[in-house]
C-alpha cells in the first residue's frame, strides 16, 4: 500500500493486520509468523527496531520466490518451517540467516532466480554479518563493536541492492 503526502512523494506502507484482531493479552505481539524477524521469535520484549523490518521484508521476499510464480502458489511446501511455531521458526530462521548452503537449498521459482544473486544473497549477506557480530559481541569478543540498533543494516545499504539493474 501507499499514499501520497502533501508534497506529492509516494510514502510507502507496509500494513500489518494482524493489528485488526483484539488481543486481551498486552503481552501479545502481533506478528505473522513466517515473516517475523530472528530476533523478535527470542523468548522476552525486545524494542521494535528497523532493521526488524527489513529483516521481515527479506522473508517476504524469500516466501515470495520460493512459493510463488506467475502469481500463482506452485510450492507451497517450501518454508514449512517457518511456519509451524515459534520455535522451530526460530530454529529454521536461525540455520537459515547463518548457512550459505541453507539459503542456496532454497529452490527459487524460475520467475525469481535472477534475484538471488542480485537481491537475496546480499540482503542476506547484510543479515549474516550483523548477527554474526553480534553474537561474537555477546561472546566478549575483543575488538568488536556493535550498533545493536542497526546491526550494520541501513536504509541506505537495501535501497543501494535493491535498485534495478539492467539484464545481462
Known sequence: ???RSEDGTIVGVLGDFDLSVHWSSQDRRTRTLPFTALELLRAGRRPHLYR???ESLF???VWIAARFNDGKEVNPDALRGW???AKSSMLT???FTSEIGVLKSIVLTTQFQPLFETWLKPIWM???HGYWNLNLSNAGTPG???DHETLGITFEKVIEILKPRAMT
Do not use: G, P, S
Open 93 to 95: 530462521k536461525a540455520v
Open 1 to 3: 500500500m501507499y499514499y
Open 83 to 85: 511456519c509451524k511455531n
Open 144 to 146: 568488536v563493536v556493535v
Open 52 to 54: 526488524h523490518d527489513v
Open 126 to 128: 547484510l543479515f549474516l
Open 59 to 61: 522473508h517476504v521476499l
